[in-house]
Protein backbone atom coordinates (compact mmCIF):
# COMPACT_ATOMS: atom_id res chain seq x y z
CA UNK A 1 0.00 0.00 0.00
CA UNK A 2 1.83 3.26 -0.86
CA UNK A 3 1.84 6.43 0.84
CA UNK A 4 1.71 10.37 -0.51
CA UNK A 5 2.72 13.00 1.36
CA UNK A 6 2.40 17.26 0.22
CA UNK A 7 4.95 19.56 1.54
CA UNK A 8 4.96 23.18 0.24
CA UNK A 9 8.50 24.35 -0.36
CA UNK A 10 10.45 27.30 0.42
CA UNK A 11 13.44 26.49 -1.56
CA UNK A 12 15.13 23.51 0.30
CA UNK A 13 12.97 24.31 3.71
CA UNK A 14 9.00 23.73 4.58
CA UNK A 15 7.47 26.93 3.45
CA UNK A 16 6.82 29.06 6.25
CA UNK A 17 3.10 30.01 5.02
CA UNK A 18 1.05 27.29 3.05
CA UNK A 19 -0.78 30.70 0.91
CA UNK A 20 2.37 31.45 0.00
CA UNK A 21 4.62 28.57 -1.50
CA UNK A 22 4.78 28.53 -5.16
CA UNK A 23 6.42 25.06 -5.32
CA UNK A 24 5.27 21.84 -3.99
CA UNK A 25 7.01 18.59 -3.52
CA UNK A 26 5.03 15.16 -4.16
CA UNK A 27 6.41 12.30 -2.59
CA UNK A 28 5.00 8.82 -2.50
CA UNK A 29 6.10 5.98 -0.07
CA UNK A 30 6.15 2.82 -1.85
CA UNK A 31 5.15 -0.34 0.07
CA UNK A 32 8.79 -2.06 -0.85
CA UNK A 33 10.42 1.39 0.63
CA UNK A 34 10.88 2.91 -2.55
CA UNK A 35 10.36 6.73 -2.63
CA UNK A 36 9.34 8.81 -6.02
CA UNK A 37 9.19 12.38 -5.44
CA UNK A 38 8.46 15.45 -8.20
CA UNK A 39 8.28 18.95 -7.79
CA UNK A 40 5.48 20.69 -9.06
CA UNK A 41 6.00 24.76 -9.54
CA UNK A 42 2.60 26.32 -9.74
CA UNK A 43 1.88 29.39 -11.65
CA UNK A 44 0.84 31.92 -8.63
CA UNK A 45 0.98 31.29 -4.85
CA UNK A 46 -2.59 29.91 -4.02
CA UNK A 47 -4.10 28.35 -0.89
CA UNK A 48 -7.08 26.96 -3.07
CA UNK A 49 -4.97 25.81 -5.83
CA UNK A 50 -2.54 23.95 -3.44
CA UNK A 51 -5.38 22.20 -1.90
CA UNK A 52 -6.84 21.39 -5.54
CA UNK A 53 -3.18 19.54 -5.72
CA UNK A 54 -3.68 17.79 -2.89
CA UNK A 55 -7.12 16.25 -3.13
CA UNK A 56 -6.72 15.37 -7.05
CA UNK A 57 -3.55 13.66 -6.30
CA UNK A 58 -4.67 11.76 -3.55
CA UNK A 59 -2.38 13.28 -1.05
CA UNK A 60 -2.76 11.41 2.56
CA UNK A 61 -0.78 13.97 4.11
CA UNK A 62 0.18 17.83 3.98
CA UNK A 63 3.10 18.71 6.11
CA UNK A 64 3.69 22.50 6.16
CA UNK A 65 4.10 25.54 8.18
CA UNK A 66 1.53 27.74 8.88
CA UNK A 67 -1.54 27.75 7.26
CA UNK A 68 -5.10 29.51 8.17
CA UNK A 69 -7.97 27.44 9.27
CA UNK A 70 -10.08 27.58 6.71
CA UNK A 71 -7.91 25.39 4.09
CA UNK A 72 -6.88 23.26 7.13
CA UNK A 73 -10.70 22.52 7.37
CA UNK A 74 -11.04 22.13 3.96
CA UNK A 75 -7.91 19.82 3.93
CA UNK A 76 -9.54 17.34 6.84
CA UNK A 77 -12.66 17.46 5.41
CA UNK A 78 -10.82 15.78 2.68
CA UNK A 79 -9.78 13.05 4.59
CA UNK A 80 -6.26 14.36 4.13
CA UNK A 81 -4.27 14.38 7.32
CA UNK A 82 -2.30 18.07 8.07
CA UNK A 83 0.57 18.25 10.45
CA UNK A 84 1.22 21.80 10.23
CA UNK A 85 3.74 24.53 12.43
CA UNK A 86 6.24 22.22 11.14
CA UNK A 87 10.15 24.12 10.74
CA UNK A 88 12.99 22.56 9.03
CA UNK A 89 15.11 21.05 6.19
CA UNK A 90 12.43 19.26 4.19
CA UNK A 91 15.26 16.07 3.78
CA UNK A 92 14.93 16.03 7.38
CA UNK A 93 11.17 16.13 7.71
CA UNK A 94 10.49 13.43 4.90
CA UNK A 95 13.40 11.60 6.95
CA UNK A 96 11.53 12.19 10.10
CA UNK A 97 7.91 11.33 8.54
CA UNK A 98 9.37 8.01 7.09
CA UNK A 99 10.25 7.19 10.66
CA UNK A 100 6.92 7.71 11.81
CA UNK A 101 8.34 10.38 14.93
CA UNK A 102 6.45 13.69 13.09
CA UNK A 103 4.51 15.56 14.64
CA UNK A 104 2.49 19.27 14.14
CA UNK A 105 5.22 21.61 15.58
CA UNK A 106 7.56 19.86 15.30
CA UNK A 107 11.26 22.93 14.67
CA UNK A 108 13.85 21.54 13.28
CA UNK A 109 16.04 23.89 14.11
CA UNK A 110 16.29 23.82 17.61
CA UNK A 111 17.70 20.72 19.22
CA UNK B 1 18.33 58.06 36.26
CA UNK B 2 20.82 56.17 38.24
CA UNK B 3 19.07 52.59 37.84
CA UNK B 4 19.88 50.26 35.34
CA UNK B 5 17.09 48.51 33.65
CA UNK B 6 16.83 45.15 32.01
CA UNK B 7 16.38 45.56 28.38
CA UNK B 8 14.42 42.73 27.81
CA UNK B 9 12.06 43.63 30.94
CA UNK B 10 11.35 46.89 29.35
CA UNK B 11 10.27 45.44 26.35
CA UNK B 12 7.86 43.45 27.73
CA UNK B 13 5.87 46.16 28.75
CA UNK B 14 5.44 48.13 25.66
CA UNK B 15 2.29 46.77 24.01
CA UNK B 16 3.91 46.69 20.06
CA UNK B 17 5.34 43.64 19.37
CA UNK B 18 9.03 44.15 19.47
CA UNK B 19 11.79 42.04 17.62
CA UNK B 20 15.43 42.60 17.26
CA UNK B 21 17.19 40.72 14.82
CA UNK B 22 21.09 40.14 14.02
CA UNK B 23 22.74 41.45 10.73
CA UNK B 24 21.44 38.14 9.03
CA UNK B 25 17.63 38.68 9.93
CA UNK B 26 18.04 35.68 12.54
CA UNK B 27 15.69 36.62 15.43
CA UNK B 28 17.80 37.86 18.53
CA UNK B 29 15.29 39.01 21.10
CA UNK B 30 11.33 38.89 21.07
CA UNK B 31 9.35 41.13 23.69
CA UNK B 32 5.96 39.23 25.59
CA UNK B 33 3.38 41.14 22.52
CA UNK B 34 5.13 39.98 19.84
CA UNK B 35 4.88 36.14 21.26
CA UNK B 36 1.38 36.86 22.34
CA UNK B 37 0.48 38.30 18.30
CA UNK B 38 2.59 35.12 16.66
CA UNK B 39 1.62 32.58 19.22
CA UNK B 40 4.96 31.13 19.51
CA UNK B 41 6.53 29.53 22.91
CA UNK B 42 8.75 31.78 24.46
CA UNK B 43 12.48 31.26 23.45
CA UNK B 44 11.94 29.03 20.75
CA UNK B 45 12.45 31.46 17.76
CA UNK B 46 15.64 32.58 19.36
CA UNK B 47 18.64 32.03 16.44
CA UNK B 48 15.90 31.35 13.59
CA UNK B 49 15.25 33.42 10.84
CA UNK B 50 12.58 35.77 10.85
CA UNK B 51 10.39 34.53 8.53
CA UNK B 52 10.05 31.21 10.33
CA UNK B 53 8.68 32.72 13.41
CA UNK B 54 6.93 35.82 11.97
CA UNK B 55 5.63 34.31 8.75
CA UNK B 56 4.30 37.35 7.65
CA UNK B 57 3.45 37.80 3.81
CA UNK B 58 5.93 41.07 3.28
CA UNK B 59 8.95 38.34 4.06
CA UNK B 60 8.16 37.35 0.72
CA UNK B 61 7.00 40.36 -0.92
CA UNK B 62 10.36 41.94 -1.01
CA UNK B 63 11.64 42.38 2.73
CA UNK B 64 14.66 44.53 2.45
CA UNK B 65 16.20 41.92 5.48
CA UNK B 66 15.41 38.85 3.34
CA UNK B 67 16.70 40.84 0.37
CA UNK B 68 19.85 41.11 2.25
CA UNK B 69 19.67 44.70 1.19
CA UNK B 70 23.03 46.37 2.51
CA UNK B 71 20.96 50.35 2.94
CA UNK B 72 17.41 50.68 3.37
CA UNK B 73 15.66 53.47 5.40
CA UNK B 74 12.64 52.31 7.96
CA UNK B 75 9.97 50.58 6.49
CA UNK B 76 6.35 50.39 7.28
CA UNK B 77 3.57 48.26 5.48
CA UNK B 78 0.38 46.43 6.14
CA UNK B 79 0.58 43.23 5.96
CA UNK B 80 -0.76 39.80 7.22
CA UNK B 81 0.49 36.88 9.41
CA UNK B 82 -0.51 33.61 10.57
CA UNK B 83 -0.55 33.10 13.97
CA UNK B 84 -0.29 29.11 15.66
CA UNK B 85 -3.79 28.97 16.11
CA UNK B 86 -4.14 29.06 12.28
CA UNK B 87 -5.45 32.56 12.12
CA UNK B 88 -4.64 34.98 9.77
CA UNK B 89 -3.92 38.80 11.75
CA UNK B 90 -3.66 41.85 9.30
CA UNK B 91 -0.68 43.46 11.19
CA UNK B 92 1.18 46.67 10.73
CA UNK B 93 4.68 46.01 10.29
CA UNK B 94 7.75 48.44 10.45
CA UNK B 95 11.72 47.44 10.11
CA UNK B 96 14.43 49.63 10.88
CA UNK B 97 17.88 48.83 10.30
CA UNK B 98 19.94 49.52 13.75
CA UNK B 99 23.35 51.38 12.76
CA UNK B 100 25.88 50.93 15.37
CA UNK B 101 28.14 53.89 15.70
CA UNK B 102 30.72 53.58 12.76
CA UNK B 103 27.30 53.89 10.94
CA UNK B 104 27.33 50.74 9.64
CA UNK B 105 24.27 48.45 9.93
CA UNK B 106 24.50 46.28 12.93
CA UNK B 107 20.81 44.29 13.37
CA UNK B 108 17.40 45.31 12.64
CA UNK B 109 14.23 46.16 14.74
CA UNK B 110 11.20 45.15 14.00
CA UNK B 111 7.90 46.05 15.30
CA UNK B 112 4.04 44.81 14.86
CA UNK B 113 0.80 45.84 15.38
CA UNK B 114 -2.75 43.37 15.24
CA UNK B 115 -4.52 46.17 13.45
CA UNK B 116 -7.65 43.76 13.06
CA UNK B 117 -9.94 46.85 15.11
CA UNK B 118 -9.20 48.96 12.50
CA UNK B 119 -9.72 46.45 9.52
CA UNK B 120 -12.94 45.91 10.55
CA UNK B 121 -13.93 49.56 11.01
CA UNK B 122 -12.62 50.89 7.69
CA UNK B 123 -14.67 47.90 6.18
CA UNK B 124 -18.11 48.87 8.01
CA UNK B 125 -17.41 52.39 7.28
CA UNK B 126 -16.75 51.75 2.92
CA UNK B 127 -20.57 50.96 1.46
CA UNK B 128 -21.09 49.88 -1.90
CA UNK B 129 -21.98 53.51 -3.03
CA UNK B 130 -19.22 55.07 -1.77
CA UNK B 131 -15.20 55.05 -1.28
CA UNK B 132 -13.32 57.31 1.37
CA UNK B 133 -15.53 60.84 1.36
CA UNK B 134 -16.70 60.04 -2.48
CA UNK B 135 -19.77 59.12 -3.40
CA UNK B 136 -21.51 57.87 -6.39
CA UNK B 137 -23.55 55.36 -8.63
CA UNK B 138 -22.72 56.50 -11.60
CA UNK B 139 -21.26 54.07 -14.05
CA UNK B 140 -18.32 56.45 -14.31
CA UNK B 141 -17.73 56.61 -10.55
CA UNK B 142 -18.54 52.84 -9.69
CA UNK B 143 -15.63 52.18 -12.22
CA UNK B 144 -13.54 54.53 -10.22
CA UNK B 145 -14.56 52.82 -7.00
CA UNK B 146 -13.68 49.46 -8.32
CA UNK B 147 -9.94 50.59 -9.84
CA UNK B 148 -9.03 52.14 -7.01
CA UNK B 149 -8.23 49.26 -4.93
CA UNK B 150 -5.72 47.49 -7.25
CA UNK B 151 -3.91 50.89 -7.90
CA UNK B 152 -3.26 51.36 -4.62
CA UNK B 153 -1.96 47.87 -4.15
CA UNK B 154 1.06 49.15 -7.04
CA UNK B 155 3.50 52.11 -6.10
CA UNK B 156 2.48 53.49 -9.37
CA UNK B 157 2.20 57.24 -10.19
CA UNK B 158 -1.04 58.37 -10.52
CA UNK B 159 -2.22 61.71 -12.22
CA UNK B 160 -6.27 62.93 -11.55
CA UNK B 161 -7.83 65.00 -13.73
CA UNK B 162 -10.98 66.57 -13.40
CA UNK B 163 -12.74 69.72 -13.32
CA UNK B 164 -12.64 71.71 -10.14
CA UNK B 165 -14.46 70.85 -7.12
CA UNK B 166 -15.33 66.90 -8.66
CA UNK B 167 -13.23 65.15 -5.71
CA UNK B 168 -9.75 64.98 -6.81
CA UNK B 169 -7.86 65.17 -3.37
CA UNK B 170 -10.46 63.34 -2.10
CA UNK B 171 -10.04 60.53 -4.47
CA UNK B 172 -5.83 61.22 -3.34
CA UNK B 173 -6.43 60.45 -0.02
CA UNK B 174 -8.74 57.62 -0.52
CA UNK B 175 -5.96 55.74 -3.04
CA UNK B 176 -3.55 56.56 0.20
CA UNK B 177 -6.03 55.43 2.65
CA UNK B 178 -6.61 51.95 0.73
CA UNK B 179 -2.90 51.16 0.37
CA UNK B 180 -0.20 49.79 2.20
CA UNK B 181 1.50 53.24 2.70
CA UNK B 182 -1.86 53.80 4.74
CA UNK B 183 -0.49 54.03 8.14
CA UNK B 184 2.87 56.26 6.96
CA UNK B 185 2.02 59.91 5.95
CA UNK B 186 0.26 61.52 3.24
CA UNK B 187 1.58 64.96 2.17
CA UNK B 188 -0.71 67.82 0.56
CA UNK B 189 1.13 70.63 -1.36
CA UNK B 190 -0.85 72.76 -4.18
CA UNK B 191 1.51 73.85 -6.65
CA UNK B 192 -0.34 76.88 -7.01
CA UNK B 193 -0.34 78.20 -3.72
CA UNK B 194 3.57 79.43 -3.57
CA UNK B 195 5.60 81.34 -5.35
CA UNK B 196 8.45 79.09 -7.12
CA UNK B 197 11.38 80.00 -4.97
CA UNK B 198 9.21 79.35 -1.95
CA UNK B 199 8.02 76.14 -3.05
CA UNK B 200 11.67 74.51 -4.12
CA UNK B 201 12.46 74.46 -0.29
CA UNK B 202 9.13 73.54 0.36
CA UNK B 203 9.12 70.00 -1.70
CA UNK B 204 12.45 69.43 -1.58
CA UNK B 205 13.92 71.15 1.77
CA UNK B 206 17.03 73.45 2.50
CA UNK B 207 20.06 72.84 4.56
CA UNK B 208 20.98 76.19 6.83
CA UNK B 209 22.47 78.69 5.19
CA UNK B 210 21.45 77.58 1.48
CA UNK B 211 20.08 81.18 0.74
CA UNK B 212 19.61 84.38 3.16
CA UNK B 213 17.07 83.21 5.58
CA UNK B 214 17.65 79.95 5.74
CA UNK B 215 18.27 79.64 9.38
CA UNK B 216 18.19 75.96 10.11
CA UNK B 217 17.36 72.48 8.07
CA UNK B 218 14.58 72.02 6.48
CA UNK B 219 13.10 68.61 5.46
CA UNK B 220 10.61 69.52 2.81
CA UNK B 221 7.66 68.12 2.29
CA UNK B 222 8.56 64.83 -0.09
CA UNK B 223 11.23 63.98 2.88
CA UNK B 224 8.15 63.55 5.20
CA UNK B 225 5.92 61.64 2.83
CA UNK B 226 8.86 59.32 3.35
CA UNK B 227 7.19 55.23 3.34
CA UNK B 228 3.76 57.63 2.24
CA UNK B 229 2.30 59.34 -0.49
CA UNK B 230 2.98 62.35 -1.70
CA UNK B 231 0.42 64.65 -3.43
CA UNK B 232 1.01 67.32 -5.59
CA UNK B 233 -2.46 69.21 -6.69
CA UNK B 234 -2.56 71.93 -9.14
CA UNK B 235 0.57 70.50 -11.00
CA UNK B 236 -0.52 72.25 -14.12
CA UNK B 237 0.91 75.15 -11.88
CA UNK B 238 4.38 73.80 -11.47
CA UNK B 239 6.88 76.77 -12.77
CA UNK B 240 9.35 74.60 -15.88
CA UNK B 241 12.18 74.69 -13.45
CA UNK B 242 10.58 72.92 -10.75
CA UNK B 243 8.99 70.50 -13.25
CA UNK B 244 12.59 69.43 -14.15
CA UNK B 245 13.66 68.74 -10.28
CA UNK B 246 10.53 66.58 -9.84
CA UNK B 247 11.38 64.73 -13.04
CA UNK B 248 14.83 64.32 -11.80
CA UNK B 249 13.46 62.95 -8.30
CA UNK B 250 10.80 60.77 -10.33
CA UNK B 251 13.57 59.06 -12.00
CA UNK B 252 16.05 57.97 -9.50
CA UNK B 253 13.60 58.88 -6.04
CA UNK B 254 16.32 60.94 -4.57
CA UNK B 255 15.80 64.30 -3.44
CA UNK B 256 18.65 67.19 -2.79
CA UNK B 257 17.90 69.93 -0.47
CA UNK B 258 18.93 73.14 -1.40
CA UNK B 259 22.59 73.65 -0.52
CA UNK B 260 23.00 70.57 0.65
CA UNK B 261 25.63 67.99 -0.84
CA UNK B 262 24.09 64.42 -0.18
CA UNK B 263 20.88 63.10 -1.29
CA UNK B 264 18.14 61.33 0.49
CA UNK B 265 16.66 58.47 -1.17
CA UNK B 266 12.90 58.57 -0.48
CA UNK B 267 10.24 55.86 -0.87
CA UNK B 268 7.31 57.69 -2.00
CA UNK B 269 3.98 57.16 -3.36
CA UNK B 270 3.43 60.20 -6.44
CA UNK B 271 -0.03 61.22 -6.97
CA UNK B 272 -0.83 64.44 -8.87
CA UNK B 273 -3.81 66.35 -9.66
CA UNK B 274 -4.76 68.98 -12.04
CA UNK B 275 -7.93 70.62 -13.33
CA UNK B 276 -5.73 71.66 -16.59
CA UNK B 277 -5.38 69.90 -19.65
CA UNK B 278 -2.10 68.79 -19.44
CA UNK B 279 -1.48 67.42 -23.05
CA UNK B 280 -2.25 70.77 -24.45
CA UNK B 281 0.07 72.44 -22.23
CA UNK B 282 2.77 70.27 -23.56
CA UNK B 283 1.29 71.61 -27.12
CA UNK B 284 1.93 75.42 -25.61
CA UNK B 285 5.61 74.37 -23.97
CA UNK B 286 4.00 75.32 -20.79
CA UNK B 287 4.45 71.51 -19.09
CA UNK B 288 7.16 69.66 -19.87
CA UNK B 289 5.93 66.42 -21.71
CA UNK B 290 8.50 63.87 -20.28
CA UNK B 291 7.20 64.58 -17.17
CA UNK B 292 3.50 64.21 -18.25
CA UNK B 293 4.83 60.68 -19.22
CA UNK B 294 6.16 59.95 -16.22
CA UNK B 295 3.10 60.79 -14.40
CA UNK B 296 0.75 59.82 -16.21
CA UNK B 297 1.16 55.79 -15.55
CA UNK B 298 -2.49 55.63 -13.79
CA UNK B 299 -5.09 58.74 -15.21
CA UNK B 300 -8.24 58.52 -13.13
CA UNK B 301 -11.05 60.99 -14.67
CA UNK B 302 -13.43 62.54 -12.70
CA UNK B 303 -16.53 63.09 -14.38
CA UNK B 304 -18.34 66.89 -13.56
CA UNK B 305 -21.64 66.96 -11.44
CA UNK B 306 -23.70 67.26 -14.73
CA UNK B 307 -22.66 64.13 -16.07
CA UNK B 308 -23.39 62.40 -13.18
CA UNK B 309 -27.08 61.63 -13.28
CA UNK B 310 -28.40 60.52 -10.37
CA UNK B 311 -25.67 60.83 -8.02
CA UNK B 312 -27.05 64.91 -7.98
CA UNK B 313 -29.55 63.35 -6.03
CA UNK B 314 -27.75 61.02 -3.69
CA UNK B 315 -25.19 64.08 -3.06
CA UNK B 316 -27.88 66.41 -2.43
CA UNK B 317 -29.46 64.36 0.52
CA UNK B 318 -26.14 63.31 1.71
CA UNK B 319 -24.78 67.01 2.00
CA UNK B 320 -28.99 68.02 3.99
CA UNK B 321 -28.03 65.06 6.14
CA UNK B 322 -24.44 65.81 6.93
CA UNK B 323 -25.51 69.67 7.92
CA UNK B 324 -28.85 68.64 9.38
CA UNK B 325 -26.53 66.95 11.86
CA UNK B 326 -23.97 69.64 12.05
CA UNK B 327 -26.06 72.78 12.69
CA UNK B 328 -28.85 70.28 14.44
CA UNK B 329 -31.73 71.01 12.41
CA UNK B 330 -34.63 68.75 11.62
CA UNK B 331 -35.07 69.48 7.89
CA UNK B 332 -37.09 66.74 5.95
CA UNK B 333 -35.77 67.23 2.63
CA UNK B 334 -36.47 69.56 -0.75
CA UNK B 335 -39.44 71.17 -2.06
CA UNK B 336 -40.54 69.83 -5.69
CA UNK B 337 -39.67 73.14 -7.14
CA UNK B 338 -36.55 73.27 -5.27
CA UNK B 339 -35.51 70.11 -6.02
CA UNK B 340 -36.01 70.99 -9.72
CA UNK B 341 -33.66 73.74 -9.63
CA UNK B 342 -31.36 71.29 -8.21
CA UNK B 343 -31.19 68.91 -10.65
CA UNK B 344 -31.52 71.46 -13.35
CA UNK B 345 -28.70 73.33 -12.69
CA UNK B 346 -25.47 72.92 -14.12
CA UNK B 347 -22.91 73.18 -11.56
CA UNK B 348 -20.01 74.91 -12.37
CA UNK B 349 -18.45 74.10 -9.38
CA UNK B 350 -19.10 70.65 -8.93
CA UNK B 351 -19.48 68.91 -6.01
CA UNK B 352 -18.08 71.25 -3.83
CA UNK B 353 -21.05 74.17 -5.14
CA UNK B 354 -23.86 71.36 -4.27
CA UNK B 355 -22.14 71.16 -0.71
CA UNK B 356 -21.58 74.92 -0.65
CA UNK B 357 -25.79 75.45 -1.81
CA UNK B 358 -26.90 73.13 0.43
CA UNK B 359 -24.88 74.43 3.31
CA UNK B 360 -26.13 77.78 2.43
CA UNK B 361 -30.05 75.77 2.55
CA UNK B 362 -29.92 74.46 5.70
CA UNK B 363 -28.59 77.60 7.17
CA UNK B 364 -31.39 79.83 5.55
CA UNK B 365 -34.40 77.24 5.96
CA UNK B 366 -36.87 77.56 8.93
CA UNK B 367 -39.43 75.13 7.82
CA UNK B 368 -38.64 71.24 7.94
CA UNK B 369 -38.85 71.55 3.92
CA UNK B 370 -36.32 73.92 2.03
CA UNK B 371 -38.48 75.46 -0.65
CA UNK B 372 -36.91 77.46 -3.44
CA UNK B 373 -36.28 80.50 -1.70
CA UNK B 374 -33.68 78.91 0.69
CA UNK B 375 -31.86 78.45 -2.16
CA UNK B 376 -29.13 81.19 -3.35
CA UNK B 377 -30.77 83.84 -5.43
CA UNK B 378 -28.34 83.00 -8.46
CA UNK B 379 -30.14 80.01 -8.46
CA UNK B 380 -33.74 81.57 -8.81
CA UNK B 381 -32.67 84.87 -10.55
CA UNK B 382 -31.63 83.22 -13.55
CA UNK B 383 -33.91 80.99 -15.43
CA UNK B 384 -32.00 77.95 -15.22
CA UNK B 385 -35.08 75.63 -15.91
CA UNK B 386 -35.00 76.71 -19.66
CA UNK B 387 -32.38 74.07 -20.72
CA UNK B 388 -34.68 71.41 -19.22
CA UNK B 389 -37.59 72.36 -21.18
CA UNK B 390 -35.21 72.47 -24.49
CA UNK B 391 -33.67 68.98 -23.98
CA UNK B 392 -37.20 67.90 -23.58
CA UNK B 393 -37.34 66.60 -26.91
CA UNK B 394 -36.96 62.75 -27.53
CA UNK B 395 -33.01 61.72 -27.46
CA UNK B 396 -33.48 60.04 -30.55
CA UNK B 397 -34.95 62.95 -32.44
CA UNK B 398 -32.22 65.09 -31.00
CA UNK B 399 -29.41 62.72 -32.10
CA UNK B 400 -28.23 63.22 -35.69
CA UNK B 401 -26.11 59.95 -36.22
CA UNK B 402 -23.25 61.47 -38.23
CA UNK B 403 -19.13 61.72 -37.99
CA UNK B 404 -17.89 64.56 -36.80
CA UNK B 405 -14.19 63.66 -36.19
CA UNK B 406 -12.74 65.87 -39.30
CA UNK B 407 -14.03 68.66 -36.72
CA UNK B 408 -11.53 70.98 -35.72
CA UNK B 409 -13.75 72.45 -32.88
CA UNK B 410 -17.09 72.83 -30.97
CA UNK B 411 -18.12 75.87 -33.68
CA UNK B 412 -16.82 73.60 -36.93
CA UNK B 413 -18.91 70.97 -35.47
CA UNK B 414 -21.86 72.87 -35.01
CA UNK B 415 -21.38 74.33 -38.49
CA UNK B 416 -20.97 70.47 -39.93
CA UNK B 417 -23.97 69.25 -38.16
CA UNK B 418 -26.45 72.59 -39.43
CA UNK B 419 -25.33 72.23 -43.17
CA UNK B 420 -25.67 68.00 -42.88
CA UNK B 421 -29.35 68.25 -41.17
CA UNK B 422 -30.63 71.10 -43.46
CA UNK B 423 -29.38 68.49 -46.66
CA UNK B 424 -31.08 65.85 -45.15
CA UNK B 425 -34.20 67.97 -44.81
CA UNK B 426 -34.02 69.48 -48.43
CA UNK B 427 -33.31 72.72 -47.02
CA UNK B 428 -36.42 72.94 -44.78
CA UNK B 429 -35.46 75.24 -41.91
CA UNK B 430 -38.79 74.28 -39.78
CA UNK B 431 -37.84 70.45 -40.37
CA UNK B 432 -33.81 70.90 -39.33
CA UNK B 433 -34.82 73.01 -36.35
CA UNK B 434 -36.72 69.89 -34.84
CA UNK B 435 -34.23 67.70 -35.60
CA UNK B 436 -32.02 70.00 -34.33
CA UNK B 437 -34.08 70.21 -30.84
CA UNK B 438 -34.05 74.08 -31.40
CA UNK B 439 -36.22 76.61 -32.07
CA UNK B 440 -36.64 77.96 -35.70
CA UNK B 441 -35.28 81.06 -34.34
CA UNK B 442 -31.95 79.28 -32.78
CA UNK B 443 -31.52 77.79 -36.24
CA UNK B 444 -31.79 81.01 -37.63
CA UNK B 445 -29.28 82.97 -35.33
CA UNK B 446 -26.73 79.85 -35.46
CA UNK B 447 -27.10 79.79 -39.59
CA UNK B 448 -26.38 83.67 -39.27
CA UNK B 449 -22.95 82.95 -36.92
CA UNK B 450 -21.87 80.02 -39.03
CA UNK B 451 -22.87 82.38 -42.19
CA UNK B 452 -24.84 79.85 -43.90
CA UNK B 453 -27.67 81.02 -46.27
CA UNK B 454 -30.26 80.00 -47.65
Known amino acids: MSHKIMIPLFNDEVAPRFDLATDALLAKFKSDGEISERIIVLPQASADDLCALATSDNTDTVICGGIDDEHYQYLKWKGIEVLDDVIGPVKTVIQTYREGNLVGGDNFYIS | MGQQFMLPDLLNEVPIGIAVLDIEGRIKLVNRAWQTLTGVAPNSMQGLKCYLGLRCDYC ?180 LPLQVKLLSFLDDKVIQPLGSPRGFNADVRVIVATHRDLKKMVQEKTFRADLLFRLNVVHLHLPPLRERGDDILLLKNHFLMEYCNKFNKKIKGFSKKAAKILSAYRYPGNVRELSNIVEYAVNFCDRDIISSSHLPAYLTEQDILRPVAESAYPAQERTVPLEYSSAQSWDDAEKQMIMDTLLKCGGRKGEAAKILGWSRSTLWRKMKKHSITG
Open chain 2, 60 to 239: FKGCPVMADKADFQTVSVDADIIDRTRTKIPIRLNISPIVNSNNVISGYMETIQDIRQVAELSSTASKAYSLGGLIGTSPEMVKIFSMVPSIAGTDSSVLITGETGTGKDVLAEAIHNASDRAGAPFIKVNCGALPETLLESELFGHVKGAFTGANEDRPGRIKLAHNGSFFLTEIGDLP
